[in-house]
């Protein structure tokens, strides 16, 4: 498919934001990536343009029965203002499955890629050149078809818009705090907590709220069954360090198949470290605190990188863990991985897309 290109007249653009005071998801570059969908047509009008309001109908489907889905993966400047991607495949591979999940059109991954490197052609001045600040990058697919009934809607938009990055939390990349929360549920099995999809973000800002009330940053998710063994936490997945064993909750179904994830997981086996991917219990975590072997928690994830838990609180018991401090093994991910993205070390695995 031909990607046209429209370019914002000078005038139009913005200047760049300061890049000590970025946070996260504040400002959006001049130009986005958008491609239409009909019934019958497929996927046409791709097109590279300026940062603009969509015009829709109000009775759009994804306005109603939320048919929207979304992904999250960054560019990074590294030496020589060379701008890399750090696995946009894997990222769009599992829209496609949000897609088919949300019985919405799979679109042509190799189209959408080269979409985006036209796009990051056009607004290379938009990666950040601080070290730890990212250009986010935020492909996203709505159902545009006006109408009441609930189905499948036979229109979407699909489009990428860019955002300069800091850290995702507030601490930063220093140690979070997390709420365990027994009052509510993120995903059941057999639905849609496996999928990138808009309503189980909106679902989630209860918790989030609550938890930050009580000095929280984020939420972790217990089973919806059982209420004990743990899932993920809101933006991140989560790996546990207790005695030798490297522990994350397998992918069950209820869980995001984080890229995040599956990279850790990778990189700890290729240094002999064994990760398990096992169920594991709020209780059994709480008992590795008691007794000393619980050494460290960390979450993953694009937006958050590498995010090390300083205390977990579950029913009002506090477990602190590692003083509150990053533990080693998060600080070595963290720092193999960055390397990797900023194309500063070896890539063994093929990750990284050079510009
Ligand atoms: C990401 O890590 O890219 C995410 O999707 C989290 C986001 C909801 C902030």
Redesign the pocket.
Known sequence: MEIRQEKASENELQSKPDESALG??KYLSDHMFVMKYDEGLGWHDAVVEKYQDFSLDPAAMALHYGQAI?????AYRGKNDQIYLFRPQANFERMNVSAARMCMPEFPVDTVCEGLKKLLELEKGWVPRAKGATL?I?PTMIATEAGLGVRPAKQYLFFIILSPVGA?YPEGFDPVKIFVTDKYVRAVPGGVGHV?TAGN?AASIMAAVEAQEQGYTQVLWLDAVERKYIEEV???NIFFVIGDEVITPPLSGSI?P?I?RDSVIQLARDWGITVQEKRLTIDDVLAAGENGTLKEIFGT????VISPVGELNYKGTICPVNNGKTGELAQRLFDELQDIQYGEKPDPHNWVVQL
Do not use: I, N, Q, S
């Open positions: 996260f998801g979304f992904e999250g993966l960054k986010y935020r995702y990138k973000y809101g933006t991140m995001l984080g995040t994830g694009t937006a958050a």
